[in-house]
């Protein structure tokens, strides 16, 4: 499985600034995704990043908010803007492996853990 | 839109006991993972399934895949206290890459 890394790994902001999340992969990949964990809630995708296109984002999800880059094959950088209390989440990178060729698996950096005031 | 309910919601069980959990749905899916997330750690894959009616192990846990595509299961057995953490169920969405989750199944094992 690939080796993800998230930057930070934590932050606590203040409401109205941005923060912007990085995420690196040991190996090229085509897509990447970014998933939001809320307080004690499951995962929800927000948007998946591919190279060289625009990223596409979930229901609920927009691109003023949560501005995605993916420069590369092995990078890509999530924005939080304008943050509220609201947006104090878990963010998480993940990468889909490859089994049978069809990549069936996703596999998740470690998270951001942020917390906005 | 889709939907994972996973359960029992939570768990407390005896160190040694064995530990059953599923993940249901109204949609099909044709592939489900399950992974385990521990406090301040991104989800770790445990056992992914890719065809109806498949079991499959990894060690101390076996994971199947329900004959009617919308459910999966997971069983533990002779649980020990590093088992501790959230499970959760994850079904791939037909043509796309993306996964739906579950909504977690938390763990607590009494040594």
């Known amino acids: 499985s690939a080796v993800i890394s998230q930057k930070p790994s934590r932050d606590i902001c203040q409401r109205g600034t941005s923060l912007t999340i990085q995420c690196q992969v040991d190996?090229?990949?085509?897509?990447m995704f970014w998933y939001r964990q809320q307080p004690g809630q499951s995962l929800t995708l927000i948007a998946t990043?591919?190279?060289?296109?625009?990223?596409?984002?979930e229901s609920g999800f927009v691109i003023d908010k949560f501005p995605i880059s993916r420069p590369n094959l092995t990078f890509s950088t999530l924005t939080v803007s304008n943050m509220s209390p609201e947006d104090s989440s878990i963010y998480l990178c993940?990468?889909?492996?490859?089994?049978?060729?069809?990549?069936?698996?996703?596999?998740f950096g470690p998270g951001t853990r942020l917390t906005v005031l | 839109g889709q939907q994972l309910n996973q359960s029992p919601q939570s768990m407390f069980i005896q160190e040694g006991e064995d530990v059953s959990m599923n993940c249901t749905s109204s949609?099909?899916?044709?592939?489900w993972l399950w992974y385990k997330q521990d406090p301040g750690e991104g989800p770790v894959l445990l056992i992914a399934?890719?065809?109806?009616?498949e079991l499959t192990s990894n060690g101390r846990l076996t994971a199947q895949f329900g004959i009617t595509r919308k459910d999966s299961f997971l069983n533990i057995s002779a649980s020990i206290p590093s088992d501790v953490g959230i499970y959760f169920c994850?079904?791939?969405?037909?043509?796309?890459?993306?996964?739906?989750f579950g909504t977690g199944t938390r763990l607590k094992v009494l040594a």
């Open positions: 993940s990468v889909p492996g490859v089994a049978g060729g069809s990549y069936n698996e996703q596999f």
């Open positions: 190996s090229q990949v085509t897509m």
């Open positions: 990043a591919n190279q060289g296109s625009e990223a596409t984002y």
């Open positions: 949609s099909i899916f044709n592939t």
């Open positions: 399934l890719y065809k109806a009616g």
């Open positions: 994850a079904g791939r969405v037909s043509g796309t890459y993306k996964y739906i």
